[in-house]
């Protein structure tokens, strides 16, 4: 383990040097699960940002010129060197966003996919050509990396959202500046030290710790072309618009609020077990979480009864320990932010069937809050509208799948959604009516892997490419046309 006893006094890294920032204050860093600081992390000033951005366009000028397969190169030795070192992340992980270390591992491996996906370069750099557009006549399509890109992440998966952006940014010939949670930044410290254990030259990867005033040194530095944001809804629209306005290309991925749908002819042992762990894994905070379930009432009182069974059985406590499924929420105040929404669904009148006030009561100094489930929820309620992010789960009741799409359409969110049914003519429906990025059948999570496009629409996305795929390809490039007579 990296971490120490003694809070750690964390640096930016700047043209692959540990920098001391040029921060009048310090956040405290801590673990969610015991409440222990274990490191302070700088605010930056927009005077830090202009150095690591410097740093970047300057390395841009030889990074851009490095042959492709090259480039490649150190990303297969990024990967073995994080493929090494996965346990030591996944705890990394663990200890400063409180998950379970198995969804941490699970986190690692999405990262290293990241990586993986990127040191495909040579083919996904390729260009095209058509030998003849007229007699004599050639066009071709040439693709070639823009400068300097900003990413800005959240604290919810330290490792994967930035790997979703820096190894392909650098794949594709760009140099990166990024800023990563304040609440989350010892693993991103600890990705570009083995970044530059790659070999990967000084300047290619820059990191500034802070907030938003960090957020806006980038999104109104001229130097910056593109920026990749993740985090939540408000957030995301501002760095959307303020990034555009300033001229730069940006994907802004945001909050949600996941339906997923439970048919009659659902099998209910793979629905039970695949929402208790969507809507209580990572406790809730994850942008794919299961937020409300829509279920027919003729097995809506059956569901409710084996979820709240299947919340009872699950072990909370620090991810640390083995079998625990639930940790801490990130803070002491999204602890009190879940307990407001609590409250809030109570006077709303829904029908609470599960407090997780209680076992938050009964375990001690970290910010732990218990699954929560709400039965009889009505859409226009807070507690089914807004992303609450902490193990609350609504149920509400449906008469048909044509009015669980329709309430599920209803959300201003629509990352995604997920149907549980046996029929064919049900998933198709889902399928076409279904106003989301990305749906599942019969599972929890319906994440894409890296090599297709994430994201979802309305307030839960600002943008027009999404995030990895060819979208991230396109996204973190610039096509440049040749036509020639011979
Ligand atoms: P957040 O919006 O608080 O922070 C995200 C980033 O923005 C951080 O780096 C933070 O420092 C910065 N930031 C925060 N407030 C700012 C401000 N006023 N001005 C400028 N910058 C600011 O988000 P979070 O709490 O860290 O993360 C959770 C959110 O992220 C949830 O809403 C979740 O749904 C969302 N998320 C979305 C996806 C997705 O793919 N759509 C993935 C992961 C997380």
């Known amino acids: 383990m990296v ?33 222990e600081v274990i490191a302070q992390v700088p605010l930056s000033t927009k005077a830090d940002v202009d150095e690591a951005v410097r740093s970047a366009a300057e ?31 996944a705890q990394l992980i663990t200890v400063e966003n409180g998950k379970s270390l198995e969804e941490a591992r699970g986190e690692v ?27 004599g006549v050639e066009s071709g399509m040439y693709r070639y990396p823009l400068g300097v890109i900003a990413g800005i992440t959240p604290f919810n998966f330290p490792m994967m959202v930035p790997c979703w952006m820096f190894p392909l940014a650098v794949a594709c010939g760009n140099t990166f500046v990024l800023k990563p949670s ?26 500034v710790h802070g907030a938003h005033e960090v957020v806006n040194g980038l999104l109104e530095h001229v130097d910056v072309k593109a920026v990749s944001f993740v985090g939540s809804q408000p957030v995301a629209e501002y760095v959307y618009k303020t990034g555009t306005a300033n001229g730069k290309r940006v994907q802004a991925l945001a909050g949600a609020k996941n339906h997923s ?10 629905a039970v077990r695949n929402i208790t762990s969507a809507a209580f894994g990572s406790a809730g905070e994850r942008c794919m979480a299961c937020a409300v379930v829509a279920v027919v009432e003729e097995i809506a009182d059956e569901l409710v009864a084996r979820l709240i069974e299947a919340a009872d059985a699950i072990k909370i406590g620090s991810g640390l320990e083995a079998d625990v499924f639930l940790g801490p929420v990130i803070r002491e105040a999204n602890k009190a932010r879940a307990i407001r929404y609590i409250e809030l669904g109570e006077e709303e009148q829904a029908e609470l069937v599960r407090d997780g006030r209680l076992d938050a009561a009964a375990s ?32 509400v009741r449906v008469k048909d799948l044509a009015e669980a799409i329709a309430v599920a359409n209803r959300s201003e969110f629509a990352n995604g959604a997920c149907l549980y049914t046996d029929s064919a003519k049900a998933i198709r429906e889902f399928r076409e009516e279904m106003d989301a990025g990305m749906l599942g059948i019969n599972l929890g999570v319906p994440a894409p892997m890296v090599f297709f496009p994430f994201s979802g629409y309305k307030k839960s996305f600002y943008g027009d490419l999404h995030a990895n795929g060819r979208d991230g390809v396109e996204f973190y490039t610039r096509k440049k046309m040749i036509t020639a007579r011979y």
């Not at 390395?59 to 480039?71: E, I, Q």
């Not at 749908?261 to 042992?269: E, G, K, T």
């Open 261 to 270: 749908i439970v048919l009659a002819d659902a099998d209910l042992d793979n």
């Open 3 to 35: 971490l120490t006893a003694k809070p750690v006094i964390l640096r930016n890294v700047i043209h692959g040097v540990w920098t001391v920032s040029s921060a009048a204050a310090y956040e405290e860093v801590c673990n969610p699960a015991t409440g």
């Open 364 to 395: 001690g100094s970290g910010y732990f809050v218990g699954p929560t489930i709400f039965d009889r929820v009505q859409p226009g309620m807070a507690i089914w509208s807004d992303e609450i992010f902490a193990p609350v789960l609504s149920i």
């Open 59 to 89: 390395a841009f000028g030889t990074w851009r010129k490095v042959a492709v397969p090259r480039r490649a190169r150190y990303l297969f030795r990024y990967q073995q060197l994080l493929i090494e070192h996965g346990e030591e992340l």
């Open 182 to 207: 304040e609440r989350t930044p010892l693993l991103v410290n600890r990705l570009a030290e083995l970044f530059k254990e790659a070999r990967f030259p000084p300047g290619v990867l820059n990191i």
């Open 109 to 135: 491996q999405r990262g290293i996919e990241c990586v993986e996906f990127a040191a495909g370069a040579p083919t996904l750099m390729m260009g095209s050509q058509l030998p003849d557009i007229a007699t």
